[in-house]
Each structure stands twice: as C-alpha cells, then as structure tokens.
C-alpha cells in the first residue's frame, strides 16, 4: 500500500524493491538513465511504457498511477467529520444544561495547551474537539438569550478561543472549507463578547484562512487594518504591542506568499521587530507565540523562500527555540532548515533534520507536505545509505 499523493516515480522504485535499475530498464526496452529520470520526477513515461513498466514490476497499471485521495464519504466517522457536525449544530439537545463558563473555559485551554506542545496533537485532538466543539456550541446558543451578562460573556469568550483553535486544527488538516467557518464563528463569539483582543485574535486566524486558501494580498490588507484597530483598542500595552505584532506577521507573510521580498523584510524590520522587543519569549497573547523569537524565525522563512539558503541558516544558527510555547513553531523551524540543506543538495543534512523532526513530532512530519517532499527528495536524490534510511522514514509516516 502506498499513499495517495505518492508520485509515479516514486511508485515505481517502491514497486521495484531490491531490483537492480539496469535490470528491469533492460527487461522493459528503456535505458537504466531513463528509468532513473522517470523515478527522480525528470520524465513522465509513455503509457506503452507505464504498461510495460507494471507487467515487469508485477502490478496493476493503476498502482502505478498518482491518484488523488478519495472523496470522504460524509458518513465516514473521522474527527474531522465530527467536528463538523457539531460546528453545523449536531450535539447536546437543546433542552440540556449548558456546561458552565467556568469548565468550558478550563477544557479550552487545556485543549490548547495540547494542540500547542504534544507531538502527538493530532491524535489527542481527535479525541477531544468533538464533544467539545458540541458544548460550546450549546451553551453560546444558551448564552445569547441569558439574562446572566457575565456568564454570557464568559461563554462567548471561550467560545471565541476554541473556534480559533479549531481553525488552525481544521486547516493542518487540510479542511480549509471548515476552518473558514471556524474563524467566522470566532470572529462572531468575540464580537458578541464585546472583547476587543478577542476580535483581533480572530482576525489574526481569518488571515492565516486566506494565507492557506491561496489569498495573500486580502490576508495582508485584513491584518493591516485590524492592526490599526488594535494600536487604537483598550487593552494593555503588552496585549496591544503582541497582537499588533502578531497582525504585521500575517502581513509579512502575505507579502512574501507574492514574492515582494524587500517589502516583506522592511514590514518585518519596521513593525514587528519593535513590537517584539516589547513582549517577552515565552508570551502567548491570543495564542499568536508573538515574541523575538518568532520574528527571528520569520526572518528565515522569508530567506529560505527567496532561495537565499546561507543567509537562511546563518539566521537559523542564531534561533533558540526552547523557549517558544509551541512545538508547531519549533517543527516549522526544523522543518525549514531542512529545506534550506536540501536546496544546497545536502542530503545527510536533511535526513538527519528530518529525523529530528520525527522523534520531536511524528504526526506533524506525517501531515505536512513540504517534509514528505523533502523525505521523497532523499530517496531520489541521496546515496545508497542515505536513501536507505530515507525509505524506512517514508515506511514509517505513511507515504509507503
């Protein structure tokens, strides 16, 4: 079984096992340097060769063949389903008593705290947003026609905090659709809550929606202008310089999804240097992780993009980030110098920070795109030691 998204190329050498590449190249009527170009991704073979390359390997010509993953059957009990039908209103019934402020509040967080430190989040989270998501739901329904203002406003607010979180869980797991909705409905919480750093909370998550959904230059002008209500809001001086910090990333961000390199690096020299200088390592207003650290690792982000690889890991070599409150910034870091050994075509380097990566967070390795690329790159690229390792890798996270 190999996955879904696993290449043609890769597909075959998977296929090919122990065989030598100058055996079945000869066995088939191809040069061994075509069949190591169509395996690297440099070639697509001819269906008359595809044909013969399956009959020789054993396997249906359709195994051979990249394939996207079948559409999810909606009664298909995945967490992912779950949660969404209870965002569209299937829990507790209405006539139930709603959990009160005070627990939603603590599971909220404690769902959180797991989403931002556990390697095994994914899993974790699988188990708790369901019936979370459902409750939360039923008691802001009950929330909004209370008579109790401070406990309604108690609900709204953890409300607004678990939709957040839900659209960063719904998007890494590839439901933009749903994460969509889950930043509207935190955007919603917290205006019903009358909470402004609530608000701009939202509005940070809605700009990481139009990040993933393609939309860089709406993510930018929606993080600009909630950054100015932000600079203009009632609220501590360290919520403020955090969450405006945190707005200018998205729009750092936005500018560098557009390739707008120099306007990306002055945005983040000039806004969210200084605001970082104002929050302490270690702060996690709004669930952001906004601090020096962060703009430090956006900084090698904006490099490894632009394809200035030693620039990137001299930033990197200057990067600490123990004291960061998440492990999804950490593997994002790791993650990137990874693709920054890889640009420089050294593969040891990239194996070894992979491997890094899966002891840190296995699930996160597993889920996202750029390390299975990366781990692919490996297998086709490396030497036979290398590559070797890179096999057993691509075994244990699903892509083989």
């Given at each position: 079984m190999v996955a879904a998204d696993l290449p043609i190329g890769d597909r075959i050498r998977h296929y090919r096992g122990g065989r030598r590449q100058d055996t079945v190249a000869g066995l088939v009527g191809i040069s061994p340097d075509y069949l190591s170009q169509i395996e690297r991704g440099v070639r697509m073979p001819s269906l008359p060769i595809l044909y013969a390359l399956a009959q020789e390997l054993g396997v249906p010509a359709a195994a051979l063949l990249t394939e996207q993953a079948p559409a999810e059957d909606g009664l298909v009990d995945t967490a992912e389903a779950a949660v969404g039908r209870a965002l569209v209103g299937y829990g507790p019934a209405r006539s139930a008593e709603p959990v009160a402020a005070a627990a939603l509040r603590d599971r909220v967080e404690a769902a959180w705290q797991s989403w931002q430190t556990s390697g095994t989040r994914?899993?974790?989270?699988?188990?708790?947003?369901?019936?979370?998501?459902?409750?939360?739901?039923?008691?802001?329904?009950?929330?909004?026609?209370?008579?109790?203002?401070?406990?309604?406003?108690?609900?709204?607010?953890?409300?607004?905090?678990?939709?957040?979180?839900?659209?960063?869980?719904?998007?890494?797991?590839?439901?933009?659709?749903?994460?969509?909705?889950?930043?509207?409905?935190?955007?919603?919480?917290?205006?019903?809550?009358?909470?402004?750093?609530?608000?701009?909370?939202?509005?940070?998550?809605?700009?990481?929606?139009?990040?993933?959904?393609?939309?860089?230059?709406e993510a930018e002008d929606l993080a600009l202008r909630a950054a100015e209500q932000v600079a203009a809001a009632r609220i501590p001086e360290l919520e403020r310089a955090a969450m405006g910090g945190a707005l200018q990333l998205v729009a750092v961000v936005g500018e560098a999804r557009r390739r707008r390199w120099w306007e990306a690096r002055e945005?983040?020299?000039?806004?969210?240097?200084?605001?970082?200088?104002?929050?302490?390592?270690?702060?996690?207003?709004?669930?952001?992780?906004?601090?020096?650290?962060?703009?430090?690792?956006?900084?090698?982000?904006?490099?490894?993009?632009?394809?200035?690889?030693?620039?990137?890991?001299?930033?990197?070599?200057?990067?600490?980030?123990?004291?960061?409150?998440?492990?999804?910034?950490?593997?994002?870091?790791?993650?990137?110098?990874?693709?920054?050994?890889?640009?420089?075509?050294?593969?040891?380097?990239?194996?070894?920070?992979?491997?890094?990566?899966?002891?840190?967070?296995?699930?996160?390795?597993?889920?996202?795109?750029?390390?299975?690329?990366?781990?692919?790159?490996?297998?086709?690229?490396?030497?036979?030691?290398?590559?070797?390792q890179a096999e057993k890798l691509a075994e244990r996270i699903g892509l083989v």
């Open positions: 994914f899993t974790e989270a699988a188990d708790t947003l369901p019936i979370l998501v459902a409750d939360v739901e039923h008691a802001a329904r009950a929330a909004r026609t209370s008579t109790d203002s401070a406990e309604r406003r108690a609900v709204l607010r953890a409300a607004a905090d678990l939709y957040c979180l839900l659209r960063s869980y719904l998007r890494r797991t590839g439901r933009v659709d749903l994460a969509t909705l889950a930043a509207d409905r935190a955007m919603r919480a917290a205006e019903d809550a009358d909470d402004p750093l609530r608000i701009a909370a939202a509005q940070w998550n809605l700009g990481h929606v139009l990040l993933a959904a393609g939309q860089p230059a945005r983040l020299r000039e806004h969210a240097a200084p605001a970082a200088r104002q929050v302490p390592d270690g702060t996690n207003v709004g669930f952001t992780v906004f601090g020096p650290t962060n703009v430090a690792l956006h900084a090698l982000s904006i490099d490894m993009e632009a394809g200035e690889t030693g620039e990137a890991l001299n930033t990197a070599d200057a990067i600490d980030t123990s004291g960061l409150p998440s492990l999804e910034r950490e593997f994002t870091f790791g993650l990137e110098v990874a693709a920054c050994h890889s640009q420089r075509r050294d593969d040891a380097a990239v194996l070894l920070a992979l491997l890094g990566l899966e002891t840190l967070a296995p699930e996160d390795l597993a889920r996202t795109p750029l390390a299975r690329q990366l781990v692919l790159t490996v297998i086709r690229r490396a030497r036979a030691m290398h590559a070797r």
